[in-house]
């Protein structure tokens, strides 16, 4: 349970000395407006606005932020209205509660029906970043109590989540909120392949944590003795369980080729700092061959910036340190959020950095230009899903309906996330009219047809060597043993 002295405890540690008189009255008007409320998980309604106020301070947003976080549902779900709340708390935290409340409600469809949708989000981002925010600390707290949603709905936010909300915390360089999105929809959207990483995690990381604990330990001691570093922490941190799924996907499912299960992240007070570690854990281990990367003399394009090296620690066991500042580290996590909390505070000294920043704002001021140039829908859709979900291939069924998979699906995958059938009896396929082997990878915008052969058409184990979707792998696998096992019964009949 979450409690109004649980947030306060926070700001008071974040705005030392503020006035949080603001906060409580906001507690208390939104916990009067929503008095007697239960939500489905059966608790009252103001812990789901005391959860998203608390997840709001882990992005470092200001007061107001905070306040509107707490009022964020009074007036779509209470008897008071926005003129109550502007009245009550003025016109910055009523515009942020008007534009939460603004952001639609359509139920997610798939992509291709939620246009408009899109259109509001990408209009109250260009107006007020601060709105998107609240809606990702509202969602995190919807996703982690969404086991108490019938399951089609869960499936239905989970997939919302997925495919707008964290492609848009990703655009908006806001990594952890987009791995914690991730990680609570990946759970509904592919249950099996979920509960195989999972398992695959909890299997393989309890003995490399445990050996993490004296490298973490031997580094710590090495650090503090050679060279007087202000270490604000040192900690190894398990990847998250979506992105670990995408990338066994890149490495034949084997576990044993991603090195970075567990990361240790070293978090030092100054750039220099950040090379002498380095230099402190080359001494100590040996690192890979091409393995050590230097995103902070070139960042990466997003803005992101660290040293990484892996190195080997022992026979057979190789361990990814990650080196940056407080304040790399901090916009690692919370991109656009940790910008102004630096801007806002100081004048930004580190130029690269800030050319970064300024571009992944730019991408949302170009969103706008780009929907009030495109009236029709369709071409509007087809930009933003270039620009914004580049992760996804949105591809056609012959019908019209749009279809998304994963970069670099085949026909195949295509054939067996429409029905398990028509990936069973696939005998060719035709991409955009033309007839095109069944290997061949999608690209968004493709029309594809599958030509079924219901007499003789079986799935051909070779398919497995080119499918990217875990649903079409289990049912050619399953098809597979079937017909082995047919096939014996034969041999000894
Ligand atoms: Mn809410």
């Not at 079924?452 to 079409?472: C, E, G, H, I, Q």
Request: glycine content about 4%; some cysteine.
């Amino acid at each position: 349970m979450f409690s109004l002295a649980q947030l306060l405890n926070i700001l008071k540690k974040q705005f030392p000395g503020a006035d949080l008189d603001m906060v409580k009255l906001a507690y208390d008007y939104a916990a009067r407006a929503h008095a007697g409320q239960i939500r489905l998980d059966n608790t009252p309604y103001i812990q789901h606005n005391l959860a998203t106020a608390i997840n709001l301070t882990v992005m470092r947003v200001d007061l107001p932020t905070i306040q509107a976080g707490l009022l964020h549902d009074v007036p779509e779900e209470t008897a008071y209205t926005i003129e109550d709340i502007k009245e009550n708390f003025g016109a910055e935290v009523g515009s942020l509660v008007e534009g939460i409340t603004k952001l639609g409600k359509l139920k997610y469809r798939g992509m291709e029906r939620y246009v408009e949708n899109l259109r509001k989000m990408f209009l109250a981002l260009s107006k007020d970043v601060r709105v998107i925010l609240i809606k990702f600390a509202d969602r995190l707290h919807n996703m982690e109590t969404l086991d108490a949603l019938p399951p089609e709905k869960q499936k239905r936010i989970a997939l919302e989540s997925m495919e707008i909300f964290a492609p848009l915390a990703h655009r908006l360089g806001m990594w952890e909120i987009k791995g914690q999105l991730e990680d609570l929809s990946f759970k509904y959207t592919q249950p099996e392949d979920y509960a195989w990483v999972a398992t695959l995690m909890a299997t393989t990381s309890p003995s490399k944590e445990k050996n993490l604990k004296s490298i973490v330990k031997t580094l710590h001691h090495a650090l503090t003795q050679q060279s007087n570093l202000k270490i604000y922490s040192i900690q190894g941190r398990a990847k998250h369980l979506y992105s670990l799924y995408k990338k066994l996907l890149r490495h034949d499912r084997d576990i044993s080729r991603i090195y970075d299960l567990i990361a240790v992240r070293i978090i030092v007070d100054s750039v220099a700092e950040c090379y002498t570690a380095l230099g402190v854990i080359h001494q100590l281990w040996k690192p890979l061959r091409g393995r050590i990367k230097d995103y902070i003399a070139q960042p990466k394009p997003n803005g992101y910036q660290s040293l990484h090296t892996t190195v080997i620690v022992g026979p057979g066991e190789i361990v990814e340190f990650q080196i940056r500042t407080k304040k790399m580290d901090e916009e690692a996590q919370y991109g656009v959020a940790a910008y102004w909390l630096y801007v806002e505070k100081e004048k930004p000294k580190e130029g690269a950095r800030l050319d970064a920043k300024h571009r992944s704002l730019g991408w949302v001021n170009e969103l706008i230009k780009l929907q009030q140039e495109i009236k029709d829908t369709a071409e509007y859709l087809e930009s933003v899903k270039i620009d914004v979900f580049p992760d996804n291939i949105f591809v056609f069924t012959p019908k019209g309906d749009v279809i998304t998979l994963p970069d670099q699906a085949t026909p195949i995958d295509f054939a067996y996330h429409i029905h398990t059938d028509l990936g069973n009896k696939c005998a060719a396929s035709r991409i955009n009219n033309r007839l095109m082997p069944l290997s061949t990878t999608l690209k968004s915008g493709d029309m594809v047809e599958i030509i079924v052969d219901k007499k003789r058409a079986r799935p051909s184990p070779d398919w497995l060597d080119f499918v990217k979707t875990r649903t079409a792998r289990e049912h050619i696998k399953q098809s597979l043993n079937r017909t082995s096992r047919l096939f014996t019964m034969f041999k000894r009949g």
